[in-house]
């Protein structure tokens, strides 16, 4: 459990509809956020409580904290690591463990952090010198790395400013044809157990997403579970439909997961803007570190309460005069 010293400041209780958004990015890892801008528009928007989950890093965290407090917005301490598990990856939010602590119960999952860091900064150097050596310089990549280390997004970040590939996905892929690499990652097992080792609470991130790395079923979950103590789910999120949100509320719920939500923000509009999640949804996870909210005796959550929720795509309209067509039927995920 987060301790009273390893918590952020205690805010007040939080009332049911509070604002709250527990999945943010800065420009630490991918983001384009820098920790004053985000905060502010916390601030501004009249948000209570804000995670900053910058991917493998917490450079970003403390700073946000402090402006935090100057501006009345509870900043919890968060980061979201890539992990592996079972022949893939995936990303895993950790909650509740402030980068400054030199106790004993933190140096497993702090040495994570610098493992993930290190291996980062190696694979950006090997990618740099794989795509200089093919013919291609990155003289822009000094500017966009600015004062942080170079990462792999920072290198593939330069080699769409040169206009060498189109978009990320091009730039990844040259890099993985010139024999590099753009990822690292660490085991989710070794994750889980070094985060609850230092009081942190583990949260399985965008498990509705298919892009990223992949969607999470509901078999996936139980085999999970059946190994490791995961402590929750990401099950509100940007790109939910009501009914996505239903399903993940259902699989936390019936398995006694804690629920997150989150935005995923990345920079303003990019993809969306932090998103007002009401503190009652995950109101178990925020208790978990230390926020309490009243909980409502109606429904926590039912379909309609996010106006901001996706909405499902309208099925195609087809014409009698259109030409028949072979429509293969399509295989369940």
């Known amino acids: 459990m987060v301790t009273a010293e390893q918590s952020p400041t205690t805010v007040s209780r939080l009332a049911p509809d509070d604002a709250v958004d527990l999945h943010l990015h800065t420009h630490a890892s991918d983001g384009f956020w820098t920790p004053a801008e985000l905060v502010r528009y916390l601030a501004d928007n009249h948000f209570r409580v804000g995670a900053v989950c ?13 402006l935090g407090e100057e501006l009345g917005v509870q900043i919890i301490p968060g980061v979201e690591i890539t992990t592996s598990w079972s022949g893939r990856q995936w990303h895993l939010l950790v909650y509740g463990v402030r980068p400054d602590r030199s106790d004993d119960d933190a140096a497993d999952f702090l040495a994570i952090l610098a493992e993930l860091d290190a291996d980062l900064q190696a694979k950006a150097e090997d990618a740099r010198q794989r795509i200089e050596a093919s013919g ?4 822009s990549l000094p500017e966009i790395a600015g004062a942080r280390p170079v990462w792999p997004f ?9 206009g ?3 978009n990320l996905t091009e730039a990844a892929n040259l890099v993985t044809q010139l024999g590099g690499s753009f990822t690292a990652d660490v085991p989710l097992g070794r994750t889980v157990a070094a985060a609850h080792k230092a009081g942190g609470a583990t949260v399985i991130a965008h498990p509705g997403r298919s892009d990223s790395v992949g969607a999470v079923t509901e078999a996936d979950l139980d085999r999970i579970l059946a190994e490791i103590p995961v402590d929750g789910l990401e099950a509100h999120y940007r790109s939910y439909t009501d009914a996505q949100t239903a399903q993940y509320r259902r699989l936390a719920l019936d398995r006694g997961l804690l629920i997150s939500c989150g935005s995923d923000s990345h920079a303003p509009n990019m993809p969306v803007n932090p998103r ?3 503190a009652a949804w995950c109101a178990g996870l925020l208790a978990r570190l230390g926020v309490p909210v009243t909980v409502p005796n109606d429904p926590v959550w039912e379909r309609g309460m996010d106006p901001l929720a996706a909405k499902p795509e309208e099925p195609k309209k087809e014409s009698n005069d259109a030409p028949q067509t072979e429509v293969e039927t399509p295989i369940s995920a």
Request: overall charge neutral; charged content about 25%.
């Open 276 to 278: 007002p999640f009401h």
């Open 54 to 66: 910058d991917h493998d890093t917490q450079r970003s965290v403390l700073e946000a904290m402090q």
């Open 154 to 162: 920072h290198v593939l970040s330069s080699a769409i400013k040169e």
């Open 136 to 139: 291609k310089p990155l003289p």
């Open 164 to 166: 060498h590939v189109k």
